[in-house]
Structure formats: structure tokens, C-alpha cells
Nanobody, 122 residues
Framework: QVQLVESGGGLVQPGGSLRLSCAAS????????MGWFRQAPGKQRELVAV???????DYADSVKGRFTISRDNAKNTVYLQMNSLKFEDTAVYYC????????????????WGQGTQVTVSS
């Protein structure tokens, strides 16, 4: 079984920074794209940032220039550095891993973390 465990959320003032981490564990043979999504109260879950296994990344327009996604393939871990946080960044942030194979012959799976709360408040 594959598990994604997020950490690093919390309460921060506007303009502050947080760094989220998400470690994928289990019998993972290969891992494709990893990404961060968020869901604010009363809103749909939205993509924040995604990074391919080769390191190519893409961001939502609302976070470009403020957030940076990175990954450590040796540790099956993805990070999200969030700077210049705004009130509207408040949400539960979810980690996602796509293209996960638990055996060379297995199909690719998609997994979600349990979510971590980020609250931007003064």
C-alpha cells in the first residue's frame, strides 16, 4: 500500500512563509508527477503546483512567483515553499502522486495525502 504523509502546515501571518513536505512511502517502484492541491471552505479543490519526475513544474496563476515546488526523487518526497502568503491562500493543502507503480508489471495508480491546514491570519 502507498501512503502520502504531509507536514508543515500551520498558522502564519500575511507576508510570511511556510514549507510543506509530502513523503510517499510503501512498495514504490516508480513515481510520476507529484503535485499540491488546495481546497478552501466552500470551494472546489484546485491545483496549486505540479512537478514531473524530470523536474518540470507548473503553477496556478494565483501562486506564480510566490510558491516553489520541488522534489527529491531519492526520498519520494515533494515540497512546496510558500512565500508572501496571503489571506486567500488559507486552505487545506493536499499532496497528490500520479503514475505510481508498486511493481514493474502493475498499472499506474493515483494517490492523495490526508491534507494539511494552512491558515493565513493576522
Amino acid at each position: 500500500q502507498v501512503q502520502l504523509v504531509e507536514s508543515g502546515g500551520g498558522l502564519v501571518q500575511p507576508g510570511g512563509s511556510l514549507r510543506l513536505s509530502c513523503a510517499a512511502s510503501g512498495s514504490i517502484v516508480s513515481l510520476g508527477a507529484m503535485g499540491w492541491f488546495r481546497q478552501a471552505p466552500g470551494k472546489q479543490r484546485e491545483l496549486v503546483a505540479v512537478i514531473s519526475s524530470g523536474g518540470s513544474s507548473d503553477y496556478a496563476d494565483s501562486v506564480k512567483g510566490r510558491f516553489t515546488i520541488s522534489r527529491d526523487n531519492a526520498k519520494n518526497t515533494v515540497y512546496l515553499q510558500m512565500n508572501s502568503l496571503k489571506f486567500e491562500d488559507t486552505a487545506v493543502y493536499y499532496c497528490n502522486a500520479d503514475g505510481v507503480r508498486v511493481a514493474p508489471w502493475s498499472s499506474r495508480g493515483n494517490y492523495w495525502g490526508q491534507g494539511t491546514q494552512v491558515t493565513v491570519s493576522s
